[in-house]
């Protein structure tokens, strides 16, 4: 099982496509930090001028914390799409090249086969995630320095300790980690349903596209919906930094991912031992 694992990181590696993650994190992160170290506090002093009407805000309130904080609220919804483009190849791209037949020549079973490709995809994602922690948190402190989280929200501010933040955030990784998961179950789904290499890549993404927009629409029937859309329980790492914690809800929104894991694994597994992979 580990020479088999070892085997299918080796082809994520080797395709240039998986590096455009940690290419785009990179970017993206290293732009915002940029932005927020030349003009944060015109930023901050737009966002707080209503807040400073009736309380006195002082401190270094633009830290590293907070720009953790921002980074995670602006990346979080867009690294779906680079784990589809990833995970989504893992089957279908191989039924594509040949090479899928190959690989059924050798001591392995389809079940080992799929948990090979579906923990190379994991640790995939892992590795996003640390370089994002990395990047975020780990640059936000060393330029911007600690201090305490301010959350401002629509209807309340919650501030949060500089010493009670950093399990918080392993907290968030820790929930973003598993809602990616459930993206990278779903693409490795589509992908044993098809020949295609770019047809569930596609549409993973407009479906995590579609959930995305139905989640943020404020209508009716979409409300009868939204509790069984995956995306809409990814979102819950924000919960980690509100006090007093709403643990019911981390819980609950924690376990339906999990529950979405086992039901695309379930169904890849089901599909994937019967298919006809030699015609």
Same mark, same amino acid.
């Given at each position: 099982?580990?020479?088999?694992?070892?085997?299918?990181?080796?082809?994520?590696?080797?395709?240039?496509?998986?590096?455009?993650?940690?290419?785009?994190?990179?970017?993206?992160?290293?732009?915002?930090?940029?932005?927020?170290?030349?003009?944060?506090?015109?930023?901050?002093?737009?966002?707080?001028?209503?807040?400073?009407?009736?309380?006195?805000?002082?401190?270094?309130?633009?830290?590293?914390?907070?720009?953790?904080?921002?980074?995670?609220?602006?990346?979080?919804?867009?690294?779906?799409?680079?784990?589809?483009?990833?995970?989504?190849?893992?089957?279908? /791209?191989?039924?594509?090249? /040949?090479?899928?037949?190959?690989?059924?020549?050798?001591?392995?079973?389809? /079940?080992?086969?799929?948990?090979?490709?579906?923990?190379?995809?994991?640790?995939?994602?892992?590795?996003?995630?640390?370089?994002?922690?990395?990047?975020?948190? /780990?640059?936000?402190?060393?330029?911007?320095?600690?201090?305490?989280?301010?959350?401002?929200?629509?209807?309340?501010?919650?501030?949060?300790?500089?010493?009670?933040?950093?399990?918080?955030?392993?907290?968030?990784?820790?929930?973003?980690?598993?809602?990616?998961?459930?993206?990278?179950?779903?693409?490795?789904?589509?992908?044993?349903?098809?020949?295609?290499?770019?047809?569930?890549?596609?549409?993973?993404?407009?479906?995590?596209?579609?959930?995305?927009?139905?989640?943020?629409?404020?209508?009716?029937?979409?409300?009868?919906?939204?509790?069984?859309?995956?995306?809409?329980?990814?979102?819950?790492?924000?919960?980690?930094?509100?006090?007093?914690?709403?643990?019911?809800?981390?819980?609950?929104?924690?376990?339906?991912?999990?529950?979405?894991?086992?039901?695309?694994?379930?169904?890849?597994?089901?599909?994937?031992?019967?298919?006809?992979?030699?015609?």
């Amino acid at each position: 099982m580990l020479k088999l694992l070892h085997a299918e990181l080796l082809k994520i590696v080797v395709k240039p496509r998986s590096y455009i993650g940690f290419a785009a994190i990179t970017v993206i992160v290293l732009l915002i930090e940029f932005a927020l170290w030349l003009d944060g506090q015109s930023y901050l002093q737009f966002i707080l001028q209503t807040l400073e009407q009736s309380f006195d805000v002082q401190g270094n309130i633009l830290n590293g914390n907070l720009v953790a904080f921002i980074i995670l609220q602006t990346l979080i919804v867009q690294m779906p799409l680079l784990v589809a483009l990833i995970s989504g190849d893992l089957v279908s /791209g191989e039924a594509a090249m /040949g090479t899928i037949r190959l690989l059924l020549t050798k001591p392995f079973t389809r /079940g080992e086969i799929l948990w090979a490709k579906f923990f190379a995809a994991s640790i995939y994602v892992f590795l996003l995630i640390l370089w994002l922690g990395l990047l975020a948190l /780990g640059i936000g402190l060393l330029v911007f320095g600690p201090g305490d989280l301010t959350v401002l929200k629509s209807d309340e501010l919650i501030i949060v300790r500089a010493g009670d933040t950093l399990w918080r955030f392993f907290a968030a990784f820790g929930i973003a980690f598993l809602s990616l998961s459930v993206v990278s179950a779903f693409s490795l789904m589509l992908s044993c349903f098809t020949d295609n290499s770019i047809g569930p890549i596609i549409t993973a993404m407009a479906v995590i596209i579609l959930f995305t927009i139905i989640g943020t629409l404020e209508v009716p029937l979409f409300d009868l919906i939204k509790p069984f859309l995956f995306t809409t329980h990814m979102i819950v790492w924000r919960n980690v930094f509100e006090h007093p914690l709403d643990w019911p809800l981390i819980r609950n929104s924690s376990a339906i991912l999990l529950l979405h894991i086992a039901v695309f694994l379930s169904v890849a597994f089901y599909y994937f031992k019967r298919k006809d992979i030699y015609n």
